[in-house]
């Protein structure tokens, strides 16, 4: 069921979304090679905390898996989404995805974008740009008269039209009371197919993008998603509200 935010909750979201925005803002300034995830992510806890936050992804679990042990998603070059946060030292020329979750007085903010690891090659950067486009492009569409395949569509036809694949075992969703609601926002599909766009929907957009095949394997831990080809994969997300017909982005820094 696709829940429908009064105003009042979608000012509670906006809350958590403020704290995910400044978080991603923050811990994307550390990033730098020699630095590890465990770093980033303590720097990441450390800031929703002190907003009065909980991080959203400590010890969230997905049906018989183990809880999640990090605050953020932390995932290097082929890692898609949902890297662990550890020892691993960032290296010159690596991209890293950015994923934070954050909820504050019951309600969820939750949002994602990929970093520079210094130097990156001319390939990574385009990999970068066409996602995160993407996802404005995705944001575009989702307003009052179009359905949620409008999302789909504009997503998968930039992304394609550019020469990389968008992931299709992973999908956006809606936010808000909980950290995964309906809809899922598939970034692949048919215009004018899906749930109709509405006002007070609370959606968290979000592309993963290939630079090879969009297959995409688990790793041991049981979480990290990891391109089946190795190679580099972006993500970029954004939670957004459809006030008076259009799209407000809520984790806009």
Known sequence: MILIKSKKEIDKIRESCKIVAETLQLTKSHVKPGITTKELDK?????????????????????????????????????????????????????ISLDVGVIKNKYFGDAALTVAVGEISEEKKKLMEVTEKSLMLGIEAAKVGNSIGDISAAVQEYVESNGFSVVRDLCGHGVGRKLHEDPQIPNYGKRGTGPKIKNGMTLAIEPMVNMGVYNVTVANDGWTIITADNLPSAHFEHSIAIINGYPEILTMA
Not at 81 to 90: A, E, F, S, T, Y
Request: hydrophobic letters at 35%.
């Open 43 to 95: 720097i990441a806890e450390e800031y929703i905390l002190s907003c009065g936050g909980i991080p959203a992804f400590k010890g969230y679990s997905q049906g018989t898996s183990p809880g999640f042990p990090g605050t953020i998603c932390a995932s290097v070059d082929s890692e898609v989404v949902h890297g662990i946060p550890g020892d691993r030292v960032l290296l010159n020329g690596e991209i």
